[in-house]
């Protein structure tokens, strides 16, 4: 795919006042088009638009215009077409993770952003694309002069109930150090490997973090999986992913999920379908990972489906989301955040961390805008076995980055193992001190006995986990 982005400043202005014009001289036209009639003036009008925004934006006539806030650049061109971006899978020169010969569609956007006279806010919260528009002509409504309804304002909180006696949310309330680990479900319809690896960390974490499908893998469904760990006494964070699904689905399962007792969401855009073991499968991202938020902080907040219909009992979920300090561009990372806390992130779980500088940097603009003060922010952590895993991981899982210096510690090491134990202890301990961070989530695949190891070699093994807090001990 090409595209013409990195347009100059001027470039971007002079489009921005031309497209700006139009709009303002467009109702001008309203006469012809009631003359002409709705459907008549929409078909020609989709012709002609398409044309000029083709040639000009490379637009891709999604029916839901974004060009006046998006610097002029159509986000529809997105690899995973994300209405809020950009994605953790950014590579480390900027590129595109789908389409690694291009620019990332979003980082040209937030580039333009800084170019114009008056910058759009790129980190406004974007509704889902309805898909029912697609084709159709945006100048009609221009023209009309009939907005949008704006995005419905949604109330800041949790909902009763997800604050329950023994919940995630309250060990994250309690102003105790929080640990996550990550748990991958089984390539089996038995559920007794995942029971048994969950058991290794049994009462040492506030909450086991079922990952769906993940790096597009298929396994055990993330739904099913949690609500067996739900059903055995564990605290199961229920991972969805908008690549596999569509917002129907998607809601279906978190209903599913929720009445088997899952209490905790976690909210992914998902890595393109390539990286996995299906790279033959059609990729949905009907919705973004900050949209899905909207979505589940609606059905929990206001008892409604997206579509409207009211829910019988609404789903009382924990939410969260997740952040990758580690990729370009870092000032873009932060604003990502704050979209996705002001979606409904209530904590936010982030990608591997092997750069302390960096995650520092990250903190500091985070402590600047007090989004730290608004969730709970947890640092993903875990043990490198060897030089060539993190080498693999830099080249073949989005959104890693493991720095020169780790890995050239790595290959020096005679136990290369026990040396990416010893990096992922220091870290920790780092972490510990870093103003604004709630805790770390670990992550090693189908590593649990090793994670146990690791939480009792950094002293949490001894802390109260999220089983202990009942909600008179913690306040709002
Ligand atoms: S890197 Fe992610 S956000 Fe950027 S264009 Fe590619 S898919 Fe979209």
Redesign the pocket.
Known sequence: MSRKNHRSAWQRRALYSLYDGFCKLAPMLRPVVDSLGMRRSGRLLAKVEGCVKGSLFECQMCGECLLSSTAMVC?M??????RN???????ADG?????PE??????DIAAGARQMTEPPAVNQVNPPLDHSKQGAATWLRIIKKSAEPPPEAVADHAAPGARAPGSFELACLSGNFVVTAEISPPDSADPHDLLQRADHLRGLVDALNVTDNAGANCHMSSAAASALLAADGHTPVFQAACRDRNRIALQADLMGAAALGVRNMLCL?GD?VGSGDHPQAKPVFDLDSVSLLGMVKGMRDQGRYASGRKLTAPPALFLGATANPFVPSFEQRVLNLEQKVMAGAQFIQTQFCFDLTLMERFMEEVRARGLEKRCHILVGVGPLPSARTAKWLNSSV?GVNVPPAVIRRLEQAHDHKGEGVRICIETINALKEMAGIRGIHLMGHKNEALLAEIIAATGLADRPTAGDFSSLAVGD
């Open positions: 986000p061109n997105c690899g995973k077409r994300l971006g950009p994605c953790g899978g950014v590579s590129n595109c993770e789908i389409n291009m620019a990332c569609v979003w980082l855009t393109g989005p």
